[in-house]
Structures are given as C-alpha cells and as structure tokens.
C-alpha cells in the first residue's frame, strides 16, 4: 500500500510539471463547455430563401408573407424567374426556394387540393431537414387557415380544427445549452480517462523508466494502480468542475443526485482507464497511444448520442451503441441531472457497464501481464 | 563463493539467437567485465540476469538465487543501471533519490555512507531536473539511484558509452571504491581499453563468450607474433600488406598497423616495402592488446557478424 502511496504521489508531481498537462485540466473544460455549449446547437436562424410566385393570387402572396413574417427565414433580394431559379440556389443566395405553380389558388378552392415545390440546399444534410421542417410547419399553419377560411364562408358556425400544444419536459425550452452541458462533461472525463491514461503508461515504457521500475521491488499491481489511481481522481475532479460550470454559468438544472453522478462516473472511469490501460499494452510511443486512443474515442463519441440522437440510428448502428460505454455514462448524466432519476432508474445502465468493467479490467490485467 | 554463476544459458528472438550456451561465474567482489561491440548479446545477458527477461534454456543464480524463481529475493539485493538513461527526466536530482529509496522501503539519509563520494558530486545540481544534467552527471546520478539500497551486486549495462574520457575515468574510480566496500560488479562496455580495469574479462561476440580470463591471462593466450608498422603513406601500406601475401592479419590501429606475419620472421617484409616505394618505414614487435587478442578470437571463432 505505501508503494503505491508514493507511486501516486510521484505521479502527480509530474502530471503538475508537464505544461500541457495543467491547461488540458483546468482550461480545457472552460473553452469546450463554453463553445461547443453555444456553438452545437440545431437551431438554424435567418435562413435565405426566395419565391419563384407564377400564380401571383391573393392566396400566394397571403403564403409568401408567411414566410416573410417567421423569424427563421430572410427573403433574398431579386425577382425569380422560371429560368434563374436553379442559379439563386447555386451561387448561394437562397438556401430555400418556394416554387408556387400556376392556379394555385384556383385549385385549392376548386379542387381542394394544391401543390407547392420547396427546393433546399442539401449540401449539409441536416440543416435541410431543419429547413425543411419549418418550412412544412409554415406550409401547414397555412394549410389550416386556408380551410378555416373557406369553410367559414359556408359553414361560419363549425370550425373544426385541433389545436396542438407543445409541452417539453425536463427542458421546457428545449435549450440546446441544457442538453448539451451534461454529454460535454461526459467526454472530459472520457478524454482523462482514456487519452491521458493510456498516454501516460505507455511514456513509462517510452522513456526506458519501466527498466529501472522492473528491477525494483514494485509489482506489477502497484504500479498500475499507482498510476491509475491520479487519472481517476483528476477525471472526477473534471467531472464536477464540468457540472459547476454549468450550473453556475449556463444555469443547467441538476434535479437528480450529485452523488449518484458521481458513483456512476466511478464505474465509468473503471471502464476507462481499463481501456486506456489495454492501450497502452498494444503501443510502445506516446505517439501511437495518442492516434489509437483518438480512433476509438471518435467511434465511440459519435455513437453515443452525444451530437446526433441514437434513436434516429440505423438499427445496426443502434445495436453497437449497446456497447459503447460512453453512451451508457451520456445518457444517464442526462437522466439524472435533467430528469432527477434515482438508482433506480438507472440501474440497468448500472449492470451493463459494471459487466463492462469486470470485462474489461480483467482483460487489461490478462494483456499487461501477457506483454511486460 | 560465487556472486553469479551462469550455466548454458540460450536465449532466441525469433529467428536471431542472441545467446548461445553462455556460461561463466563471476566472484564475490570483483569487478567482472563483459566486453564485446554493439549487438554482441550484453544487453540481453544483463536482462536475464535483472530478471527482466526469461531465458530459453540453462540456468542461472545470482547470489544463490534462481533468476525466475526466486526473482523477487535477486531485485532486492541488485542494483541495475540500464544502458540508456532511465530516471525520471522530469523529477530532480533528490526527488529520483527519494523515489526509489522509498521504493525499496529505506531513505537516502540511512544509505548516504555508501553513496556519499558521488553525491557531493550531484549536490550543487540537486533541484535540477534529471533531463537537464549532463552526460557524466547523468551516469553519476544512475548510479546513486541503483546504490540507494545498498545492493550486493551492480549491473552496470554500458555505463560508460557516451561519456567524456574525464568522466569515464571519474565514473571506474568510483567503481573501485565500490569494490573495496566489497560489492560486486559486473559491468559491460563495448571499449576495449577500460578491460584493464576489471579483475577478470570475458570476451563476447555475437551471443558466445570467446574467452574468460584475467586481462594478463588472456594476452599471453595471444598466439602469434604481433608488429606494428608504420609508414609515411598509411592507406597504400594498408592495400600494400594485404596484397604481399606475407601477413596473416593486418589491421588499423590509430596510427599504426597491426600485422601478424605468416612466417614466424618478418625480414623480408621491409625489403618489399621499400620496393613499393614506401619511405619513414618503422616496424617493431609489439605485446598484444585486448583488442588483438579480440580480433584474433573472432577471426578464429570463424563468427561471421549476422547484424
């Protein structure tokens, strides 16, 4: 016990002393809570677009000012015409082109029913869906009032229609900031955990120390343990700094427990620095560990639901996020900070990632005594 | 007693034998010097006997101790010095110390007798990092952390490549001082020269100890008549020597040529020369060196060097 006393104490002194070291624990935290906080989010505002109008009815012009009036989208200078339509979107004037046909009008009171074109710019994907998406919700306030309209000019007295009310739970304004907060914290503690870890053994054997360690009578235990064990704790320390950020800086809710955080994130760490430590037995340079470890972690940050939802997964991308860790510890910072779930709640996360753990811990150990 | 004894001992990275049935004993206290150039099998030797690499075959004690049985009893008593620089770059001076004294559950104070003379030395740099020492001081701490324990024996791997001759010579007079406090040294380079300061040498070359003896001992083997010569232009002496047909081996050696004629007389030799147009002619016979007698084992080992 005392070896690994001094081990650890030896480890900090030079955790302290690497200068990139203290600005990746006490700065880093701080830039991408606070970018990517603010920087991530899905709203996308003041969207270009333009009207390609060749009814020119009452009804289209009612359609245009719809757009007009939504806070989302901007109309861009210019008259379209049927042949510069493809141009307005090419040279990037408008991300959204509304194509009204001819009797529009007509052949929505005749006939009741009418089409409108919406060409998007779908170079990036997803903004198109959002553009899309408020495009449609315009299109179906229309829609409504449209009929609502009609019909009162027979039927004033009968006005059916079937108000829809929103309400979001857990983040009544669908904040961005508080969605994003709680997975921001999560991959800090998976960088620590994993990068920084695996990096750091695998220096040992770089710089030749292991030698003169090996003689020594230190196990093979004591010094992984003792090595572990200020990653560990720095992990956690980043994990509250993370959550104290966010609560007093961007004002994010923790309804849950801090400790029940807390104990996951132990068992997550266990997770994380066994993996860092399987790392380490396959590289001999820093270099290498360092390349490795971000393959993994990029696999293993995109598929946790971090950025985009897993639900909206293929179901075999759905099925690897089972074992992906991350996704695991992401979910229930959520869970908890946003949603107040007790153990409970989060118990079957708790079992994955603790089968995960014996895994993975003793496949680390089986590795590390394989190769050193 | 014996502090070492090694028996058979064969070791194979896949397809390169780095040792070959090594076999030899080195004596309580003294100074035992494995000699032999780069890739010779030294490191390896060292390993196993560190207990930081298992053999293939034989066997081999330290102190009465089995080095994979009892490995645990051989690292509290050793004191290893590896061939590169292995301390903690980033800690200084006293925090290596510190670091392994308590590794080994002592402190600095209670073994400062022991390391004192190199110590001093270090003393002005003490809060200096390690990475930031020089050569000499660098070996100089090395060898202070693999003392903090008052070891039995020391395993010096290369100690001395890379350092200044002023060094050097510092770094084998502590050595000595070492020996008479009556700790055993076995201790590796790849100079020939530094063989005179050890008891007894063994000559190493491509994983299979040539000879073992004290360094007079292994000089008076040497079995030829040696000369060296010398004349005024050194590169055409060289080509000259070797085309005559006379010498059996003609080697560089600084500003001399080491030659060991066929027949037991080398009268005619000068004539020859002169013949050749060679002018400041000198050629006398000499006493071997470690390096001779090296030569003339390999060139009879018949080793062809696999690098």
Redesign the interface.
């Known amino acids: 016990m005392r070896t690994i006393f001094y081990i650890v104490r030896k480890e900090f002194k030079q955790i302290f002393r690497n200068k990139s070291m203290l600005p990746i624990i006490f700065i880093m935290p701080f830039l991408q809570l606070i970018i990517l906080s603010n920087a991530a989010t899905f709203e996308i505002k003041n969207v270009n677009f333009n009207v390609l109008d060749l009814d020119r009815s009452s009804l289209s012009f009612k359609l245009m000012e719809k757009f007009e009036a939504s806070p989302y989208f901007i109309r861009s200078d210019g008259e379209l015409s049927v042949n510069n339509v493809e141009e307005e979107i090419l040279n990037d004037k408008a991300k959204l082109v509304i194509v009204i046909p001819e009797n529009f009008e007509k052949d929505l009171v005749r006939e009741n029913k009418a089409e409108v074109q919406l060409l998007i710019n779908a170079i990036d994907g997803s903004a198109a869906g959002i553009i899309a998406n408020y495009a449609q919700n315009i299109l179906i306030g229309f829609n409504i009032e449209a009929r609502i309209n009609m019909i009162n000019m027979y039927d004033p007295v009968r006005t059916p229609s079937i108000g829809i009310s929103y309400r979001h739970l857990f983040n009544p304004e669908l904040d961005y900031i508080t969605f994003m907060v709680p997975g921001i914290t999560a991959l800090l503690v998976t960088l620590i955990g994993l990068l920084l870890s695996s990096m750091s053994i695998v220096k040992e054997k770089e710089i030749g120390t292991i030698e003169q360690i090996n003689v020594t009578p230190i196990r093979k235990h004591e010094l992984i343990i003792g090595k572990l064990i200020p990653f560990f704790i720095i992990a956690l320390f980043e994990l509250g700094l993370g959550l104290s950020i966010g609560k007093l800086l961007f004002n994010i809710p923790i309804v849950g427990s801090i400790w029940l955080i807390f104990l996951f994130a132990s068992l997550y760490l266990i997770v994380a620095l066994s993996i860092g430590l399987v790392i380490s037995t396959f590289t001999d340079t820093q270099q290498q560990a360092m390349f490795i470890t971000w393959f993994i972690m990029v696999i293993f940050i995109l598929m946790s639901g971090l950025f985009t939802p897993i639900q909206s997964m293929p179901m075999w991308a759905q099925r690897i996020t089972w074992f992906n860790p991350v996704a695991y510890f992401i979910d229930v910072m959520r869970m908890v900070m946003l949603k107040g779930s007790g153990f409970a709640d989060i118990q079957r996360h708790f079992i994955i990632l603790s089968i995960y753990a014996v895994i993975s811990t003793s496949y680390a150990v089986f590795r590390y005594k394989k190769v050193n | 007693m014996n502090s070492i004894e090694v028996k058979n001992i064969c070791k194979s990275y896949k397809d390169t034998k780095a040792l070959e049935d090594i076999s030899f004993e080195v004596k309580k206290g003294e100074i035992f010097g494995l000699i032999g150039p780069d890739g010779a099998g030294k490191t390896t030797l060292f390993r196993i006997l560190?207990?930081?690499l298992l053999k293939d075959s034989g066997s081999a004690g330290v102190e009465g101790f089995d080095v994979e049985k009892d490995y645990?009893a051989i690292?509290?008593i050793?004191g290893?010095m590896?061939g590169?620089?292995?301390?903690?770059?980033?800690?200084s001076v006293e925090?290596n110390l510190n670091?392994?004294a308590?590794?080994?559950?002592t402190t600095v104070k209670a073994n400062y007798e022991l390391i004192k003379d190199i110590y001093v030395q270090l003393e002005p740099f003490k809060t200096r990092r390690a990475g930031k020492l020089s050569g000499g001081m660098k070996q100089k701490l090395a060898l202070c952390?693999a003392l903090i324990h008052q070891p039995e024996i020391l395993f010096l791997d290369e100690p001395t490549t890379g350092v200044d001759p002023v060094s050097r010579k510092e770094f084998w007079e502590m050595l000595k001082k070492l020996k008479d406090k009556g700790i055993t040294i076995l201790v590796s380079t790849p100079y020939m020269d530094e063989a005179f300061l050890c008891d007894r040498i063994a000559l190493i070359q491509s994983g299979r100890i040539m000879d073992i003896n004290t360094l007079e001992g292994i000089i008076l083997k040497f079995p030829k008549k040696l000369y060296a010569i010398k004349s005024d232009n050194m590169y055409k002496l060289n080509s000259d020597l070797k085309e005559c047909g006379m010498c059996d081996t003609v080697y560089i050696f600084g500003e001399y040529l080491h030659l060991t004629p066929k027949s037991s007389e080398c009268s005619g030799l000068e004539d020859y020369l002169s013949e050749k147009g060679h002018t400041g002619i000198e050629i006398s016979q000499i006493k071997a060196t470690v390096e001779d007698c090296f030569m003339d084992l390999m060139s009879r080992h018949g080793s062809t060097n696999n690098e």
């Open positions: 560190t207990t930081l645990k690292r509290r050793i290893y590896p590169r620089f292995s301390l903690y770059q980033d800690l925090e670091f392994f308590t590794v080994f559950d952390c």
